[in-house]
């Protein structure tokens, strides 16, 4: 089992910035995958960045610019510069295995942008 703490939501006005923290404990992989995901009332959770143990990233093209990624061997940030109201969702952090076989995720951080 791995688990996750999440930190770092909260309400800023547009064009603001916030960072999310996340960090893993338990059985973590040594080849793995952490990332983003959000969800907005009424939406499907979608995925907004990704980096693997190999630093390769990937992001959702709306924050491409405005977010980066970025990680430790446990621990993985997302630093979000620039935010504006459609950002406004709950946070969930996801660590996967290599292969991913196993998904985890954390409990979820609301990050709320007003206008």
């Known amino acids: 089992q791995v688990q996750l703490v999440e930190s770092g939501g909260g309400l800023v006005q547009a064009g603001g910035s916030l960072r999310l923290s996340c960090a893993a404990s338990g059985s973590t992989f040594s080849f793995n995958t952490m990332g983003w995901h959000r969800q907005a009332p009424g939406k499907q959770r979608e995925l907004v960045a990704a980096i693997t143990s190999g630093r390769v990233t990937n992001y959702l093209d709306s924050v491409k610019g405005r977010f980066t990624i970025s990680r430790g061997a446990a621990t993985v940030y997302l630093q979000m510069n620039s935010l504006k109201p459609e950002d406004t969702a709950v946070y969930y952090c996801?660590?996967?295995?290599?292969?991913?076989?196993?998904?985890?995720w954390g409990q979820g951080t609301q990050v709320t942008v007003s206008s």
């Open positions: 996801k660590y996967s295995s290599y292969d991913g076989r196993y998904d985890y």
